[in-house]
């Protein structure tokens, strides 16, 4: 067990149904599945999912306030636009999702996996992933300004025009991300994890000019 293990959620093998009206405020759901309902815009405080199952569910444009989320699997949800700040998730894995331009600033993650996300614009400034893993997600012109992402694993994500300004890398596994135009400086990169490939384009990306010698 290494310290970059990431944990998967904990759900029982029988769970209840919950219908589509049993969100509201100070909801909670526990060991219960949600399938192919529609919270678009929804607005709840303290909203709790504990050992659950959500499956292609449209949070679009939704604001929760307080959200928790344990050992819970969400599949193929629309999450774009939701407005997501100081949630709390542990043990959560999110698989085909949709998080364009989702705000979860300041969220605190811990055995958090994404699998085959879009999170293209989404803004995690200031978010903690302790631990994290991301497999094949697009993190295009994302914000995680002065996120913790240690010991943070991007698996062939696409972190173009992503903002890492005052994140924490230190062990961070870029090897197989595409960095193009990624927002960082030296301070930044110190400690993280790149493949030799990357060298040049990291070089580029810290305004470095490499000539040889006899070039004008």
Known sequence: MTANTIHPPQIPKHLAKAGQDDLQEQGEFTQVQLADHDYTGRSAAR?????????????MQSRFSALRIFDTRLE?????????????LRRV??????????????????????KECKADKAIFINAVFRPAR???????????????????VFQECDLSQADL?????????????????????????????IAPFQAAQVVSLLGVRVKEPDEN
């Open 134 to 152: 991301f497999e094949k997600c697009s993190f295009q012109g994302a914000s995680f300004e002065g996120a913790d992402l240690r010991g943070v």
């Open 47 to 59: 909203l709790l999912f504990d050992q659950a199952r959500l499956s292609r569910i449209n949070f």
């Open 165 to 193: 300004r005052g994140a924490k890398l230190t062990g961070a596994d870029l090897r197989t991300a595409t960095i193009n135009g990624l927002q960082i400086s030296i301070k930044e990169l110190q400690g993280a994890i």
């Open 76 to 88: 193929r949800c629309e999450l774009s636009g939701g407005l997501w700040e100081q949630a709390r």
């Open 93 to 114: 894995e999110l698989s085909g999702c949709r998080l364009l331009g989702t705000n979860l600033s300041e969220c605190s993650c811990e055995d958090l996996l994404l």
